[in-house]
């Protein structure tokens, strides 16, 4: 049968894996919010799409990138600068921060792309299936007359041909191109959120303390400690049954808050010259975007003050109590090493450790009941006969 002390250990940990990691990620959408990760995400994959370099793969320096108060969107006389520029793309960023959209579809790039290709001096009624043909030719555009980048061209140009020419049909195809990159633009995200939500957790086991070296021996040595850990884990997904549904919920609420802004912040007519920004609904969603992060902030605090305070007290942890953390070169390494486990562990985000602590419980809970069983065949088995006589 299982081990019951292991598997108790097991839950402990992972109980407090998943507050923590409920923190991390908090913690993470706020910041994610107020640097705008997505609009700069999403910058980077439209440059991606409409200039040669290489130069937002995933590594070191595109983490910087995403806290930087501006991105790059290209040079001055860039295909991508001139995307940005566009009206229909500029009204749709919000201020400060979030210069740049964080949210744009596909039929607003192909209209954009369609636009830059055939300029801005075009009257109802023409064919501008010629200027099209001619910005590819040129190899520049006819809206602000940049220079389009060879690999991007050799493309326009393709779908050009197997759109024989038909405005229709090119249109599809852009956005196609569009919803392929915007695929790879959402790994992009979870790769960059990932790795921060790791240094986020490292922080947050810093400054909690959170060493999970520790936790283990803790739990290991009480079992009336892993008692209470464990009633206090079963207690809180009775309180929480849908959580990883409220985490979603929580993200698409952030998602549409965004993306309101960026989409009704237009009133679109048929002119490129009419686009204009609707400053009422600008201010109102704006409102509640800032009153979403406010709501974050306040979960965060009553999750530290309620649950996470709970099992801090039962654990032992933090640093109100004198640690030989830095006083010895090896209880630093073995702190630091605990800390680290942490991190990694916050890193895999509250929905996997909440899913992981759910199937433990079940174990357990079958577990102790083929246990009780057994014990209760067991003590049929060794009740006396009575042989009566007479």
């Keep these: 049968m299982f081990n019951s002390v292991a598997l108790d250990v097991v839950i402990g940990l992972v109980f407090i894996y998943l507050l923590y990691s409920l923190l991390a990620t908090i913690i993470q959408e706020i910041i994610a919010s107020n640097f705008g990760f997505r609009s700069k995400i999403l910058e980077r994959a439209v440059f991606r799409m409409l200039e040669d370099e290489n130069k937002f793969n995933f590594k070191i320096s595109s983490i910087w990138y995403l806290f930087k108060r501006n991105g790059n969107g290209g040079d001055q006389n860039s295909t991508s600068h001139t995307f940005y520029n566009h009206p229909l793309i500029k009204f749709l960023g919000e201020n400060k921060v979030q210069s740049k959209p964080a949210y744009i579809d596909k039929a607003t790039f192909s209209k954009v792309m369609i636009d830059l290709l055939r300029g801005d001096q075009v009257n109802p009624g023409d064919d501008i299936r010629p200027l099209i043909q001619k910005a590819l030719d040129q190899k520049s555009l006819n809206w602000g007359d940049a ?157 530290v003050n309620t649950d996470i305070k709970k099992a801090n ?55 102790t009941t083929s246990s009780a069983d057994e014990k209760s065949k067991s003590q049929d088995a060794q009740v006396p006969t009575i042989n009566r006589k007479g």
């Design 147 to 303: 220079d389009i980048s060879p690999e991007t061209l050799k493309y326009l140009k393709s779908i050009w041909v197997d759109a024989q020419g038909d405005v229709e049909k090119y249109k599809v195809y852009l956005e196609n191109w569009f919803d392929a990159t915007m695929e790879r633009a959402s790994g992009w995200y979870k790769k960059n959120t990932q790795f921060i939500l790791f240094f986020v957790g490292l922080s947050i086991a810093i400054i909690f303390n959170v060493d999970t070296i520790k936790i283990v021996g803790k739990l290991e040595k009480d079992p009336k400690l892993r008692e209470q850990l464990v009633q206090q884990a079963a207690a809180f997904i009775a309180s929480h049954p849908d959580l990883n549904t409220q985490l979603l919920s929580d993200k698409a609420k952030l998602d549409t808050l965004q993306s309101k802004i960026d989409k009704k912040n237009l009133i679109l007519s048929d002119s490129v010259r009419k686009v204009q920004a609707k400053d009422s609904t600008q201010l109102a969603n704006s409102r509640a975007l800032i009153a979403y992060r406010d709501t974050l902030v306040k979960k965060a605090d009553s999750l």
């Design 313 to 367: 007290d039962l654990l032992g942890i933090g640093w109100s109590k004198y640690e030989c953390t830095f006083c010895h070169p090896g209880c630093f390494f073995m702190s630091l090493l605990g800390w680290l486990i942490t991190a990694l562990a916050l890193s895999l985000g509250a929905p996997f450790w909440f899913d992981l602590l759910n199937k433990l419980m079940k174990l357990r809970g079958s577990s």
